[in-house]
């Protein structure tokens, strides 16, 4: 059988991965997550916004991009408010005069048991984790299907939910937060629907613990992090750079044909419980 030879361009691994010339939004760009992911995308060639209810730490890590060598903006972005999620869409917009990647960041927890949840607490949660992630997708896709029209190449939009989007927590109080990252990877799949004739790619990637700020109190009890680690096949807990990796996937040329995918960075977790 005569071997049929690969194009140049599935040879050439950097464009697959490539990022150049693309505008990025981070919502939730300035936590630890966010952050790595903010300086994942402009080491592949995108130039970065970021956002928080802090413009003070959406400031700083631009500057902080920006003293690298790269293009980034910082500004206040509130989840809880519809008109903040709006308006900060399009000052990115407007300040790079395109929009092409979201990466959806926003998330919170106020652990409740059941028999203690409070509507307050509740509503909160769902406001941040899943109405905040719906309004941005929208805001996000509306300068995306303008660019697609003007002749940019498709969008990619891509939300961080969590294992709780496919598991229960076991002895805590995790009704809004498992149910919200529920809610929001069932919405992955249908915001992959609607714009896919667009050719706009929207999935999830869902890690387990990930070490530095935010997994930091997981780990600080020994018990709790023997535990951890007991469950996950793998025997550690996420890093960052393995966010990072899947994040940056999403959203290049080599991910052109995935779509309403929620990815678990788990370590085996979802594989065993």
Request: proline fraction near 4%; include cysteine; charged fraction near 20%.
């Amino acid at each position: 059988m005569t071997a049929i030879p690969l194009p140049p361009e599935t040879c050439d691994l950097r464009s697959l991965f490539a990022l150049d010339g693309r505008v990025a939004y981070v919502p939730g760009g300035y936590g630890g997550i966010g952050e790595a992911i903010a300086w994942g995308l402009a080491a592949a060639g995108a130039r970065v916004a970021v956002s928080g209810r802090h413009a003070d730490k959406a400031q700083a890590l631009a500057d902080r991009l920006r003293g690298a060598g790269h293009q980034a903006l910082g500004l206040a972005m509130d989840a809880h408010s519809l008109t903040d999620i709006r308006t900060s869409v399009d000052q990115v917009a407007g300040h790079f005069g395109a929009l092409d990647l979201l990466v959806n960041c926003i998330g919170i927890q106020r652990e409740e048991r059941l028999a203690d949840v409070t509507e307050e607490a509740f509503d909160e949660v769902v406001q941040v984790n899943l109405k905040a992630g719906m309004f941005l997708a929208q805001a996000v896709a509306r300068h995306q299907v303008a660019g697609v029209a003007a002749g940019r190449a498709p969008g990619r939009q891509v939300h961080v939910l969590s294992v709780r989007a496919q598991l229960g927590m076991r002895d805590r109080g995790y009704s809004a937060y498992c149910a919200t990252k529920g809610a929001l990877a069932m919405l992955v799949k249908q915001h992959a629907v609607e714009l896919s004739a667009q050719g706009i790619t929207v999935n999830g990637v869902a890690p387990t613990v990930v070490r530095g700020e935010m997994g930091a109190h997981w780990l600080a009890n020994p018990e709790t992090r023997r535990h951890i680690l007991q469950r996950i096949p793998l025997g550690r807990v996420a890093e960052p750079r393995d966010v990072v990796g899947a994040v940056v996937y999403f959203c290049g040329p080599g991910a052109a044909f995935v779509t309403g995918q929620v990815l678990y960075l788990d370590g085996g977790l979802t594989a065993t419980q």
